[in-house]
């Protein structure tokens, strides 16, 4: 009888940052397919607290932020059975590897970073260290869990590139410490646009609240956002160059419906804009009301929600520390 060799899954990481509710942008590019990745990897997600405060944060804002974004992990399906999900501020080990990640990166490599150079000039009151060396935590965050892949934005890809130049300047002074993660791109992610000015993506910063819907936002305030979208004088609902506000609109729909292009010009064949764009609201009010409904549920539970976060710090503290003692016996620290 032949052994049944059982293959280990490779570890995500994706951490985010309680800035605010996650929008539809972030649910249909990434979010929506987070609980069948949970499936596919060994997964590890967290609220990165800790990097939000290189921006003055108030404190009873970012408390509430932090809980309601715990709780829409939760509430968009995934299971703290099947992987840790944490509060990135409740695990020490992050800010502890991240001191020490400091002190094995160039001046010059932090320099280059790019998001350094738009974030100061965004915040010129308040240039801050912890904005400089934000990738050294970032960096901490991946290879304390010996992560494989980490799913990155173009926003994000120089820090992973630099997160895998630290490692291997350690890994090459001290031997295999840590696991040189790679970039991870998700299948089927929609890139959705602004419903205010469909040349911008969706943003939690957009200044025009139309632009932006909210996972948590209420059926009939989704249904005037679309209402009132931004489309074209032509009056056709098909896919084309000119067209971003349709195009963005069919990207919606068809990600939600399962739709193609084609099926859906032709249900729409001779019908204006205006049964579009409620057609599009519908179907996302339909998608987001089960997030929505549990998202309330967890946030009116708060005694399980501290309980998942207490075990989610456990479970990410017990995995981390593994790592953070390996490479602080290999500098040359005294071990308890």
Sequence with gaps: MEEKIIEKKKRSLSLIQPTSIPTLGNYLGAMKGWPSFQEEFDTVYGVADLHSITVRQEPAKLRKQTNELFAM?????????????????????????????????????????????????????????????????????????????????????????????????????????????????????????????????????????????????????????????????EMSVHYGEGKDGINNLMTIYSVITGDSFEKIEADFAGKGYGDFKTAVGEAVVEELRPVRERFNDFMADKAYLKECQQKGAEFATRVSQRTLDKAMKKIGFLMK
């Design 73 to 233: 992990l939760l509430a968009l399906g995934l299971d703290p059975e099947k992987g840790i999900i944490f509060v990135q501020s409740q695990v020490p080990t992050h800010a502890q590897l991240a001191w020490l990640l400091n002190c094995y990166t160039q001046f010059g490599e932090l320099n280059r970073m790019t998001q350094f150079k738009d974030k100061s000039a965004q915040h010129s009151d308040n240039i801050n260290a912890g904005l400089f060396t934000y990738p050294c935590l970032m960096a901490a965050d991946i290879l304390l869990y010996q992560a494989d892949i980490v799913p990155v934005g173009a926003d994000q890809k120089q820090h992973l590139e630099i997160c895998r130049d630290i490692a291997e300047r350690f890994n090459g002074l001290y031997g295999n410490v840590f696991t040189v993660p790679e970039p991870y791109i998700p299948k089927n992610g929609a890139r959705v646009m602004s419903l205010a000015d469909p040349t911008r993506k969706m943003s939690k910063s957009d200044p025009n609240p139309k632009g932006t819907v909210y996972l948590t936002d209420e059926p009939n305030v989704i249904m005037k956002k679309f209402k009132s979208a931004v489309t074209d004088s």
